[in-house]
């Protein structure tokens, strides 16, 4: 039987990582996460990672070569044989054309590709509201908030919020996702592989809806 391969699409804050890890554990496939990657490939300083290394200290974009080139790598490895849940690849149609063209040499193609919609306000809800503790513990102000606020209420600790979750930056970051992702949603609308999933449910009703879109796809 082919592998099977599955690429979920979400902005920031719309759960698409979490989501993606349980889908995998569900499905049995392996969660290929490309910050994970990335992160895997500097660490081992591999050829890829120092590849990418020298762009990133130049403050450029890692080319779409050296980041496809890391998921060929990762995809071939033995644990990958059943197939895999992509999360943060591909980008662009580009980067779509080029996962087509891999999977290809492996037999299969993408079977599915959830999108997990949320309204972009709230998005900005979601992620502006996240408070941390020193030691990693998150809250959120609305969903999840300390019993003191600001205050940690394991040890006491300062809350803070990272910069990258102030508002202004959120929107920021949810525009450029918008701008960057809209040709990639058409690109796998245009193949009949998209498939919406409101992103406002529960995180249990989300999955529901991912697995059935699975099954049926």
Known sequence: MAPTYIVMLGPPGAGKGTQAKKLAQKLDLVHVSTGDLFRENLKNET????LAQQYMNEGELVPDDV????VEERLSRPDCEEGAVLDGFP????????????LKKFGSSVKVVPYIKVADEAL????SGRW?????????????????KWIDD??????YQREDDKPATVRHRIEVY?????PLIEYYRDKDLLVEIDGTQSIEEVTEDIMKAVEEA
């Open 132 to 148: 941390m503790s020193p030691s990693g513990r998150v809250y959120h102000e609305k969903y999840n908030p300390p019993t003191v």
């Open 124 to 127: 900005v809800e979601r992620l």
């Open 154 to 159: 394991i040890d006491g600790s300062q809350l």
């Open 47 to 50: 050829e890829l990672g120092q």
């Open 91 to 102: 980008r662009t149609p580009a980067q779509a054309k080029a996962l087509d063209d891999l």
């Open 67 to 70: 980041t496809i080139r890391m």
């Open 178 to 182: 918008n701008e960057q992702t809209a």
